[in-house]
């Protein structure tokens, strides 16, 4: 199988990822061995940051941007994205740090963007997709979640809070990155909802999601709840302005 064509920058945001970084940065370079590695570490606590650095020396390839404080999932991604098409990558790839997502699925997600996607998700809920080991009400919140949120946003599209994914540079430059705000969930969603209305094109490629082995959890309620409140302002102002007269 061919490797995909795009020149690609993978962002992979740090906060207190000591135990996982070394392992994470070995299985992207043999995953992906043309793509190149942006880190991007919120001043962890747990030296993040000197272990990627050391990393870097090792698989080569590998740049770490150290950032003065924590500020969030979506904040990091948009800066790494800024950062990318400053120096001319055609793909942008997210995934989280965790080995929640499997490096292995690296080239099955960019390969849709050679053939004319403009974002590539990593999804959950299409037929291969799997979660094992999830509480059954852990499994049907996020279910239902993505299904709420793609009928709320009229968007076609089963797992739009997955973090594992990839976008075309082309449509990164037709949206506006600095206006999306969102963190967390809210930031995939936001994102998702973004390129759907630029008119780009979403391809949904199966993976299996598996919950972290070592090192803490940064997933908290309130990022939920900003997801879902953010959700349901856009459906309801997109429903307004539907219904609004034109302007004589």
Known sequence: MPAPALRALIVLPTFNEA???ADVLRRVRAAAPAADVLVVDDS?????ADLAKAMAAEVGQVDV???????????AYREGFGIGLSRGYEALMEMDSDLSHDPADIPRLLRPLDEGADLVIGS??????????????????????????????RIGVRDMTA???????DILRRIDLEGVRADGYGFQVEMTYFVANAGGRIVEVPI?????VRGTSKMSSTIVVEAMGLV????????VRRRRPPRR
């Open 163 to 169: 973090g594992f994914r990839a976008y075309r540079a």
């Open 124 to 153: 959950r809920y299409v037929p291969g997709g799997s979660i094992p080991h999830w509480p059954w009400h852990r499994r049907a919140l996020s279910r239902y979640g993505n299904r709420y949120s793609a009928a709320m946003l």
């Open 44 to 48: 962890s606590p747990d030296a993040t």
């Open 208 to 212: 299996k999601f598996v919950d972290r």
């Open 19 to 21: 135990e996982n970084i």
């Open 232 to 239: 349901t302002w856009w459906g309801i102002r997109d429903r």
């Open 65 to 75: 941007l150290i950032r003065p404080e924590k500020s969030g999932l979506g904040s």
